[in-house]
C-alpha cells in the first residue's frame, strides 16, 4: 500500500501542463520542417535566431526596470543588472546580425533538442514506470531517437536545407514523446487514485475522519469538563 502512495506522490511531481511545451516545439518543428521543404529554410532560421534575440532584449530591459524600481540595492542586485544588460546587448546584436548565430544554429537547437529529450525520457522512466503507466515505454523511445538526433545534429555538419528538416523531424518526435508522457501521467494519476481509494487511504477520507475524531474528543472533553 505504502508503494502504491509512493506512486502517486511520484507522478503528481509531474506537471501535465508542461503539456503547453510541448505543443510549442511540435508547432515549432512543423514550422521548420514545412518552411524548409518549401524552400524558407533560410528564412525561418533567420526569425528564429531574431526571436530569440528579442528573449534576451526582453531579458535585459526586465533587469533593468527590476534594478531601478527597486530602492535599496545590494551587491547582487548590481551583479545582476550587469549580466542582465550583457544579455540585452546580446540580444541586439543577435537581432540586428543573426547570420554568425544561423551559422552555429545546429549547436544551440541541438543542445535545445538534447535537454528536452532528456526531461521526456527521465519523466518516461523515472515518473511514469514506477507509477505504473502504461505504455510508457512508447515515449521514452521518442525521447531516445530525439536524443540521439540532437547528438547527431551538433556533431555532424549539414547542409543548411538537411539540418533545418533534420531538426523539425527531431522536434516533432520529441515533442510527440512529451505528449504522450503528460497523457500517460494524467491517466497514471487517475488510476493511483483509484488504487488509493479502494484501499480506503483517500487522502480526502482520511482528513474528513480526523476532522470528525477531533470533533468527538472535543465533545468528550467538554463532557468530563461538566461533570467534574
Known amino acids: 500500500m505504502a508503494k502504491n502512495k509512493k506512486a502517486k506522490r511520484g507522478i503528481d511531481t509531474y506537471n501535465a501542463g508542461s503539456v503547453v511545451m510541448d505543443i ?3 508547432i515549432l518543428g512543423f514550422v521548420f520542417l514545412i518552411n524548409t521543404i518549401m524552400g524558407k529554410g533560410d528564412q525561418v532560421a533567420s526569425i528564429f535566431v531574431r526571436a530569440i534575440g528579442g528573449i534576451l532584449i526582453a531579458v535585459g530591459l526586465i533587469s533593468l526596470i527590476t534594478f531601478f524600481i ?9 551583479i545582476v543588472v550587469i549580466f542582465g544588460t550583457a544579455i540585452g546587448v546580446f540580444g541586439i546584436v543577435v537581432a540586428v546580425r543573426p547570420e554568425p548565430i544561423i ?13 528536452y529529450a532528456i526531461v521526456v525520457i527521465f519523466t518516461a522512466i523515472g515518473f511514469l514506470r514506477p ?9 521514452a523511445i521518442f525521447g531516445l531517437v530525439a536524443l540521439a538526433l540532437g547528438f547527431f545534429i551538433i556533431f555532424f555538419n549539414l547542409a543548411t536545407k538537411v539540418m533545418m528538416i533534420m531538426i523539425g523531424v ?9 505528449i504522450a508522457n503528460a497523457i ?16 480506503g ?6 482528513s474528513a475522519a480526523k476532522e470528525q475524531e477531533q470533533k468527538g474528543s472535543g465533545v468528550s472533553d467538554g463532557d468530563d469538563a461538566t461533570s467534574f
Not at 535599496?72 to 542586485?77: A, C, N, T
Not at 527531431?170 to 512529451?178: H, K, R, S
Open 24 to 26: 510549442v516545439m511540435l
Open 131 to 139: 507509477a505504473g503507466a502504461n505504455y510508457w515505454g512508447f515515449s
Open 70 to 78: 527597486k530602492k535599496e540595492k545590494e551587491l547582487f542586485d548590481w
Open 170 to 178: 527531431t522536434l516533432v518526435l520529441g515533442a510527440i514523446g512529451g
Open 184 to 199: 500517460l501521467a494524467a491517466q497514471a494519476k487517475k488510476a493511483a487514485r483509484k488504487v488509493i481509494k479502494a484501499a
Open 103 to 115: 551559422s552555429i544554429l545546429n549547436w544551440i537547437m541541438g543542445l535545445i533538442i538534447i535537454v
Open 201 to 206: 487511504l483517500d487522502p480526502v477520507d482520511e
